[in-house]
């Protein structure tokens, strides 16, 4: 192929499974869409067609004889008989490349087949990533002599980005600092009365809890230890006699510290949800595959 075409390549994704398929289907359907910004045309055929440069068998076991022209690979998966290994041995003989779904298939299969046609392009989760956000759960009215330390809680919060964090409050009080943080763009919900149904579902709901509170202790600590959620709290009184996990702190930077840490963890498994999910460098990693075989072709 001419180098000046090789942009406007066409891909025929061939599905042997209707609309509406089973994973297969869902799979060619996900990889046409990405490809769109990549090549001059992708599509989701059921059958080969003439006038494509690359023709994708989404399942290998389908294809038993190459009918038109152009580059053909295949989607590796499940080499687990004898017969399957002697299909796509005899379709990389006859010049079909394999997509494997991993390094460890592709070795496997270019050392057991002898044909030096197989290449790892392991694909992304077919669901969606969602964004992970903390939820923080703060339990507890406030008080004029300023006994639960609440300018921390703010400050705390203040050091995730908005859209990384949801904040729950129940407990009078709260209401001029929460307005300023909503300002701000942080996702709060705040009732003033407690609510026992509201509060289980809040707690079961949270990764913290958050107390500040230098009065002894809190409560609502042993709580979120009996749900599973990690209290992050005073190191003080009763606090430091609780079986379970928890995040204690005695100053301020100590607590700002913990905010960082959770910070930086989160942006972590938002780039590993990002790039489990990466549909677009996936398409462009064929892309890019495809017209080096046809630069060398």
Not at 190 to 201: E, K, Q, S, T, W
Request: hydrophobic share 40%; aromatic share 8%; with cysteine.
């Amino acid at each position: 192929m001419r180098l000046e075409n090789l942009q406007k390549m066409r891909v025929n994704i061939l599905s042997y499974e209707p609309a509406g398929g089973w994973i297969l289907y869902d799979y060619a359907a996900k990889l046409a869409q990405a490809l769109a910004p990549h090549v001059r045309e992708a599509v989701v055929g059921f059958s080969q067609m003439s006038g494509f440069d690359v023709t994708l068998h989404v399942n290998y076991a389908c294809l038993r004889q190459v009918q038109v022209a152009g580059l053909h690979c295949t989607l590796v998966t499940h080499i687990d008989s004898a017969d399957k290994l002697a299909l796509v041995q005899a379709q990389a003989a006859g010049g079909v490349w394999g997509l494997c779904m991993s390094d460890d298939t592709m070795r496997r299969m270019n050392t057991l087949t002898g044909q030096p046609r197989f290449v790892s392009l392991p694909p992304p989760a077919m669901l969606t990533a969602e964004h992970k956000q903390l939820n923080i759960l703060v339990s507890g009215r406030l008080y004029p002599d300023g006994r639960k330390n609440d300018a921390w809680s703010i400050d705390f919060f203040r050091r995730f980005r908005p859209r990384d964090l949801r904040i729950r409050v129940m407990g009078a009080g709260w209401e001029g600092q929460l307005t300023e943080l909503r300002g701000l763009g942080y996702a709060v919900e705040h009732v003033p009365a407690f609510d026992r149904p509201l509060y289980l579902d809040w707690l079961r709901a949270s990764d913290h809890l958050l107390y500040t509170g230098h009065d002894e202790g809190a409560l609502s600590t042993i709580d979120a230890l009996l749900y599973g959620v990690t209290p992050i709290a005073t190191a003080q009184g009763y606090h430091l006699e609780q079986e379970g996990p928890m995040l204690l702190f005695s100053t301020h930077s100590q607590l700002m510290r913990i905010a960082d840490r959770l910070q930086s963890e989160l942006e972590e498994t938002n780039a590993m949800r990002r790039r489990l999910s990466d549909w677009d460098g996936f398409a462009a990693r064929h892309a890019e595959l495809w017209r080096s075989l046809l630069a060398q072709d």
